[in-house]
């Protein structure tokens, strides 16, 4: 809560020109392109964590593809995460959002004017509609972003059970699975701190849909999940 309440101390001064700017793309979002509606959103983000006294450390983007759909898979640890993303993947990017996050104002907001999908885990028939929407526009060359945990894990760099659902539109859209690593990024804004954070988000190597064709959405998430518990264990033992 400290370094939210920094965030937006350092953002007093420009917080009318931002709030005027919300309005107008909310407003106008049929007529401005998702492309320039994103870039909005990642430059207000990257400055967010480079005021937040955060040091982000960012790898693996050259598995990122640069033409296409693919879907990135990332252990959930907080709030910080999305930001994270936001600095990182520098390409046009939806996520799917749990419906509970709409509550907060920010982020309703963003994902209203982004057309970000928010998914209700106690509606089945709305979540395979989404799963179905998101297929589509993976299949279309949209990449997507899904926490397969289904909710940020509150032990740190320990992971929770990831869920096979979660894979189900990547790999009906064919389309490259990439698993990534968030590590210390809980320390961000799910610490009552404005300490300095050394933190980071790592994108290992895709797989591609030739590697993962004859498994089940199961056996897709282990098999996700243990790249990204081999890649935590070893920045662990560096730390």
Not at 107 to 114: H, I, K, P, S, T
Not at 139 to 154: A, C, D, L, Q
Not at 163 to 172: L, R
Request: charged share 30%.
């Amino acid at each position: 809560m400290k370094r939210l309440i920094l965030i937006v101390l350092r953002f007093f001064f420009e917080l009318p020109v931002l709030i005027f700017q919300l309005k107008h793309i909310k407003k106008h979002k049929d007529t401005i392109p998702f492309e320039d509606r994103i870039d909005w959103t990642r430059r207000l983000l990257k400055k967010a964590t480079k005021r937040a006294r955060v040091n982000l450390t960012i790898t693996g983007t050259e598995h990122l593809p640069e033409t296409g759909g693919f879907f990135v898979a990332p252990n959930h640890q907080g709030l910080f995460d999305v930001l994270a993303l936001f600095d990182s993947i520098e390409r046009p990017f939806k996520i799917v959002f749990k419906k509970e996050l709409l509550d907060v104002i920010f982020l309703r907001d963003v994902a209203e004017f982004m057309e970000y999908p928010a998914i209700d885990r106690t509606n089945l028939r709305a979540s395979m509609k989404l799963m179905r929407q998101v297929k589509k526009e993976m299949s279309e060359g949209i990449p997507y972003v899904i926490f397969p945990e289904g909710t940020r894990s509150k032990k740190g760099n320990e992971l929770l059970e990831f869920k096979g659902g979660s894979f189900k539109p990547a790999m009906d859209a064919q389309v490259p699975i990439i698993p990534c690593v968030m590590h210390n990024c809980f320390k961000v804004l799910d610490s009552n701190s404005i300490k300095r954070v050394d933190c980071g988000i790592h994108y290992l190597s895709p797989i591609p849909y030739e590697e993962y064709k004859d498994m089940n959405s199961v056996e897709v998430a282990n098999l996700v999940q243990s790249r990204i518990q081999t890649k935590m264990a070893e920045l662990e033992e560096r730390a």
